[in-house]
């Protein structure tokens, strides 16, 4: 039978029913799939360091994390403990934040890392497979292992028996439906088991994680979390990190912890005033403009995921009333800025504008199966129409000026696009610079990014009194979502 022969393979029944905790330490790499200059080529996000205990058969964990962010080079150093669906963080873990903080964390973040842990540890795996009670299903070298409320797990072994890689689909914002491939290989024994000391995560066939492990077994680890840490979290938030697990890791590991709290709303009720015809609606951590044409309006972005975005349409469509969202624009293929456009064209009759070397990556998101999560488009599908800025494109705004929208050449993406207003001369731009609410000190843009957004606003001779971003900036104490010009400029360094 070959879960006998797994178990033989891997130290016998006997040995991982004996076996109490795992401990690994590892280094490794872990790189973003949406994120990086083209989709094809996912970015570097973090550099790792790790030790982590976890109980084999509770779901109790003790991680004790470093990383150099890449995105923002900032040093996480935490300590992350959960126990059930309960968990605590002490230390570092934003990069955008980088003050220690010691707080309770959401219990939808424990449930990631518990699933991600399950996907990660062979003695957890084994063991869960090995429970006469779990519902598995056998089909020659590959066992399916089935549990309430999580996506199949396929475990392929390979020639001796041992777990080589576990395929789960799982949901990828905005893509849908992604194949998460688990690689298991350097089994090496560890006491009286024999475990991977490599594991490598790929998710449609994409390399998003590598990692070199040691392993020890039955170390003794402190579980406990303080009494009031607990942050309940929704059926929903709870249900989504068990099936878009390595979509949250990508973020977690990049640092980018605010993914871990499922924004659902603008923070202001209402699009705020930005010029005449010109609205903005304000998030959390992202921003949809929204410009009155003359019988319709077009926003820019469509930030973050379908939750976010349904609210954050709502305000588009209240922003001029009587006048439809026609258009939407993406300024670049990033998940963060993008993810909610299937949500923002399913009325049907949006058009979809980008960079002309995103098209094709638009037109497949648009067209992706959405089974494990299914949004509103998966549900009622329309055409949409893919619209490539090869240099620039020019509509008529209602106020009698003309809106241009505009590849710009940066470091950060091939794609990028910036946003022209002529009557306000206004810019609307996402992640090259931030607005600062007071003048920002010389030199203190994002690397070079500041720089070339400054240098082509010159280069295309566009008159602009006033950036407005994707993303607020603040001083520490206030936020802004637009700044003069002058602003950036000194960010820039002239
Ligand atoms: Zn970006």
Known sequence: MILD?????????????????????ATGVRRHPGWGKVPSEPELVAEFAYTQTVDVVAPRYRLELEADTKLVPTKLRYTEIGNGSVGYVDGIDFMFDPRP????????RVAARQRHIDLTSVPR???KLL?????????GSTVTLRETGRPPVRVVLDDDSRPARLEIIEE???HGDALVEVRFDDYRPVGALVLPHHVVITVDGLVVHDETRTVELDREADFRVPDDAVVDASA????????ATEWLMNYVLAGVRFYFDLQTTPTDPEPVDVAPGVKIVLGPSHNVLVVEMDDHVVAVDAPLYDEYTRAALAQVKRAFPGKPLRKVIGTHFHYDHIGGIREFVADGG?????????????RDLLNSPHTVDPDRLAGHPVETEVIGVKDSLELPTADGGVMRILRIKTDHTEDGLVVHLSKPGLLFESDLWNPTPVMPAPNSGRGRLAVQLYDGIKELGLDVQTIVSGHSGTDGHTLAHSAPLGFLKTAAGY
């Open 172 to 174: 990828h914002s905005p």
């Open 5 to 25: 022969a797994m178990a033989d393979a891997l130290g016998g029944r006997a040995a991982l029913a004996a076996t109490t905790t795992e401990t690994v330490t």
């Open 101 to 108: 903080a010691s707080t309770a964390i959401p219990s939808w």
């Open 236 to 243: 929903a938030q709870s249900a989504y990190a068990n099936y």
């Open 131 to 139: 429970d006469p009670a779990a519902d598995v299903m056998i089909d």
């Open 350 to 362: 949006v058009q979809v504008i980008v960079g002309e070397p995103s098209v094709r990556y638009f």
């Open 125 to 127: 795996l084994a063991t």
